[in-house]
């Protein structure tokens, strides 16, 4: 099972269209571009932290908590545009400070470089999708009664494929390992426009 999949098939048109809208002067493909590479790096980021035992725990903490229903998934439209409880599940920026830290900026960035959408339009993707990538987890691990190193070889298996058949995405490890202490805009710029377009082709 790869997560990527899923997200095609939970990242419908109308989804997108209404992603869209919440994105000024976003082009349509920008933004379906930007979906693929944010849920590609959420789950970069994902399978990074659940290497270590204590990651891991809290991630099934969180999933059992907030996100095992992945009520989320049932109505993608209206909660891409804000028409839903602010509960602790819909909660993006919470989950990226958790992921990324100081790093976020450098993520922002790579978002930004690899759609074409400026930064203000990338955060706030991360922040939108933030909350889906972890509700279609918690799906998948209800649904198919994972338990945490289930969970683990999941997320580590949906990495590795995308690796294997998109090595682009080295860039995405390689922004994860730097802990916010490094600037890579110079590191995008060379990898050049193509190569993020390619890793999103699927």
Do not use: C, W
Request: glycine share 8%.
């Amino acid at each position: 099972m790869n997560l990527l999949d899923l997200v095609q098939q939970v990242m419908k048109p109308e989804v997108l269209t209404s992603l869209n809208r919440q994105l000024p002067q976003a082009e349509p493909q920008q933004t379906q571009t930007a979906s693929q590479l944010v849920m590609s790096t959420l789950f970069n980021a994902l399978a990074k932290n659940v290497q270590s035992d204590q990651g891991l725990q809290g991630l099934v903490g969180a999933l059992n908590r907030d996100h095992e229903q992945g009520n989320i998934l049932q109505d993608l439209s209206r909660f891409v545009v804000g028409d839903t409880a602010q509960t602790k599940a819909a909660d993006g920026v919470g989950i990226l400070s958790h992921l990324f830290g100081g790093n976020i900026f450098n993520i922002v960035e790579l978002i930004s470089k690899g759609s074409g959408l400026n930064r203000n339009n990338s955060m706030n993707m991360l922040v939108k999708l933030a909350p889906v990538a972890l509700g279609l987890l918690g799906n998948v691990k209800q649904q198919n009664n994972l338990q945490a190193d289930g969970i683990r070889s999941l997320l580590m298996n949906t990495v590795q494929q995308e690796r294997q058949q998109k090595p682009e995405t080295n860039l995405i490890e390689k922004l994860l390992d730097k802990n916010g202490d490094g600037n890579i805009k110079d590191e995008v710029m060379q990898m050049g426009m193509k190569a993020l377009g390619n890793l999103l082709r699927r």
